[in-house]
């Protein structure tokens, strides 16, 4: 009869350990959204950084998971790169600060594309920025992130932070709103998550001591 106690043990526990991580996959949401009105623009400002500075909805501030979108010219040399980052505005006067996450870096091609990171577990506060570093661009190469406005989830303010020469500065763009397209999915803080996995597994342990009665 051992054996079989040991197999139903097992069982229990790992349908309460497959509820928590499918409870943990459900809770994921969006909670920022400017995918939905694409202004016909994008940043053409050569190398360096382009980032827009956002505020999140709803309460989840785990990342697990970052779209955006960009553009690249049809006349490539092959060596143009990106890299995704994502800062914290606790630099001085607001700016970019804290480092948050980075991609590394990930090859550009011709025309339009959308890049999903995923698999994040990237905690953030309820507004940062995200930005691209672009670079191999010369001559006639010409990449940036696409204008978009206005965001369905969350909010982001007229205006946008660069960096070509190694500090950050705000600009504007005339007759344009200054928002990019992205996309963001998070899930609550781990400690929550941590929790609500803590009772699952009580109550498979619960349910597997009720069956031995």
């Known amino acids: 009869m051992k054996p079989k106690f040991a197999l139903k043990q097992s069982?229990?526990?790992?349908?309460?350990?497959?509820?928590?991580?499918?409870?943990?996959?459900?809770?994921?949401?969006?909670?920022?959204?400017?995918?939905?009105?694409?202004?016909?623009?994008?940043t053409d400002l050569g190398n360096g950084s382009v980032g827009d500075q956002i505020t999140l909805g709803g309460t989840d501030r785990t990342l697990t998971e970052f779209k955006f979108e960009y553009y690249m010219s049809f006349a490539v040399s092959g060596n143009e790169t990106g890299a995704l980052k994502f800062y914290s505005n606790d630099g001085s006067n607001g700016k970019p600060g804290t480092l948050l996450y980075d991609s590394g870096s990930f090859g550009l091609t011709s025309g339009f594309h959308t890049v999903t990171a995923s698999g994040l577990s990237t905690p953030v506060g309820d507004n940062f920025t995200w930005a691209v570093s672009f670079s191999g661009l010369s001559g006639s190469e010409k990449a940036g992130l696409l204008h978009?406005?206005?965001?369905?989830?969350?909010?982001?303010?007229?205006?946008?932070?660069?960096?070509?020469?190694?500090?950050?500065?705000?600009m504007s763009t005339p007759g344009l709103v200054d928002n990019f397209g992205a996309q963001v999915t998070a899930v609550p803080e781990p400690t929550s998550l941590a929790l609500l996995g803590s009772g699952l597994l009580g109550l498979g342990i619960a349910a597997y001591r009720r069956r031995q009665k």
């Open 148 to 170: 978009y406005n206005a965001p369905t989830v969350g909010s982001s303010v007229d205006d946008f932070w660069v960096n070509t020469s190694g500090t950050w500065e705000l």
């Open 11 to 42: 069982i229990g526990l790992f349908a309460a350990a497959f509820s928590f991580v499918a409870t943990s996959q459900a809770l994921a949401s969006v909670v920022y959204d400017n995918t939905a009105n694409y202004l016909g623009n994008f």
